[in-house]
Every structure is written in C-alpha cells, then in structure tokens.
C-alpha cells in the first residue's frame, strides 16, 4: 500500500508541473499577442554635407603706373654778359688798350663776344660803327690788334674815297710810316691796301702775332689798313663800305 501511495505523489506532482508549464506557455503567448509591436528602426545614412571646393582668388596684376618721361627744358645758349670796361684815357688807336675806345665810342653792346668787341648798333645785317678785336684775355690788359669800321648803309652807302681816308686813317699810331700802296681785284671784292710800319707797334705785340692771310710770319711793326668797295649790282660802287686796320699783311683774304 506504502508503494501505491508513492506512485500516486509521482503522478500528482508531474499533473501539478504540467499544469504549471501550461499556465506559463499561455502566459507567455498572452503577453505576446496582446504586447504593441516594437517600432522597426530603420538605419538612416547619415548625409555628410559637401564641402564646396576652396576657391583660390586669382591674384590681380598689380598695375605698375606708366611714368612719362620727364621733359627736360631746352635751355636757351647761357649769354655771357659783355664786361663792363672802364674808360681811359688815350688815343683810340691801333695798339691801344680797350679803355680809349670806351671812352670814345661808350659801353661795347651784347653782340659782343669777347675778345671782339662791337661798338655799332646790334641787329641783323651790317650797320655802320666799329668792332674791334683785341688779342684775348682781360679786355683792361690786352690790346686791339685789329679794328673794322662800317661805313654809312643804306642806298648809295659807305664813304666816298677822301671820306674813307679820313676816317679810317683816324685810328693809326701817330708814328705810322707809309711803305706801299697795294690795289685788290678778286673774285669776293675790289679794293686797296695800304701798308705801314710803326714802331710803337712792333713794341706793343710779340713777334709770333704779325702774320699775314696764308699764316706766316710777316716783320714786327707792320700792319695793314684795308679799303672794301661797296659790292654794287650788277657792277661794283665807287664808294667804300667798309676798312679793316689789322697788324701784319691782310692780303687778299681780307676781301
């Protein structure tokens, strides 16, 4: 009887755990049926936003300005003032220092251009007056080794012949010898020539300055007083136009 009993317990035990297990599988499904289903979640790729390219600015050319070229002004020729000269007393002759022949004549004008030195209104062509032309250097120092005198212009111009004498004659040395008389026809102009000697002269200048129209040496104390006839047309005047008192031989370059 002890073993029908045991059996029975088995048998109720194993009824107890099935109805155990059924009651959990019902359960199980209950809250499976009766439970919200899960929200699906769903992968979303993650956009990565595009980075526009990194422009680099294209550098502008610096623009160098255009420098014109600076204008240099055309500088007029630098006039060199006349120097003054201050007058002196004397003789304005050949030989003489500059002073004599301020004092006779006034000031040297701007058409000056030292060592010559002109006395007679300044302008275009010739006018009537003196140039003189001394041997260079301070104009208080050296002397006039050549004067030119224009005569009178204008229509039938210059000096008649004893006119002419008179006047360039003027400004010899008071010790002037008379050697030769010496008449000119040359292509370039007529005239003649008168030639003299002077000791005053030849003590005045040194040797190497008397030379005549080629550039040789012609004797100290010799100098020539030249007379130019008017170049008339078509035929030449009777009058003179001009003479040039020069020491050494004038010769026919002179014309």
């Given at each position: 009887m002890r073993r029908i009993f045991h059996q029975k317990w088995w048998m109720i035990a194993l009824e107890v755990v099935g109805v155990v297990l059924l009651l959990f599988v019902g359960l199980v499904i209950a809250v499976a049926v009766t439970s919200p289903p899960l929200p699906q979640t769903k992968a979303t790729a993650t956009q990565v936003p595009t980075t526009a390219p990194t422009r680099v600015p294209t550098p502008t050319p610096t623009l160098v300005p255009t420098v014109a070229p600076t204008?240099?002004?055309t500088k007029a020729p630098q006039v060199v003032p006349t120097?003054?000269?201050?007058?002196?007393?004397?003789?304005?002759?050949?030989?003489?220092?500059?002073?004599?022949?301020?004092?006779?004549?006034?000031?040297?004008?701007?058409?000056?251009?030292?060592?010559?030195?002109v006395f007679r209104p300044c302008g275009n062509g010739p006018s009537a007056g003196v140039d003189v032309l001394t041997v260079g250097g301070s104009p208080d120092q050296n002397r006039v080794q050549s004067i030119t005198d224009q005569g009178p212009q204008g229509q039938g111009g210059g000096w008649d012949v004893s006119t002419a004498r008179a006047v360039c004659l003027s400004f010899l040395p008071s010790d002037a010898q008379?050697?030769?008389?010496?008449?000119?026809?040359?292509?370039t102009g007529n005239g003649f020539i008168l030639r003299y000697f002077s000791q005053t002269i030849s003590q005045e200048f040194t040797p190497d300055q008397f030379s005549d129209g080629n550039g040789n040496t012609t004797p100290q104390g010799v100098f020539?007083?030249?007379?130019?006839?008017?170049?008339?047309?078509?035929?030449?005047?009777s009058q003179i136009a001009w003479c040039d008192i020069t020491i050494g031989e004038q010769g026919w370059q002179s014309f």
């Open positions: 204008a240099v002004p120097p003054t000269v201050a007058p002196s007393p004397g003789e304005a002759v050949l030989g003489a220092l500059l002073g004599p022949f301020v004092a006779k004549f006034g000031q040297p004008n701007s058409c000056s251009n030292p060592p010559l030195y008379h050697q030769k008389r010496i008449d000119m026809a040359t292509a020539e007083v030249a007379f130019v006839y008017g170049n008339g047309s078509p035929t030449l005047t």
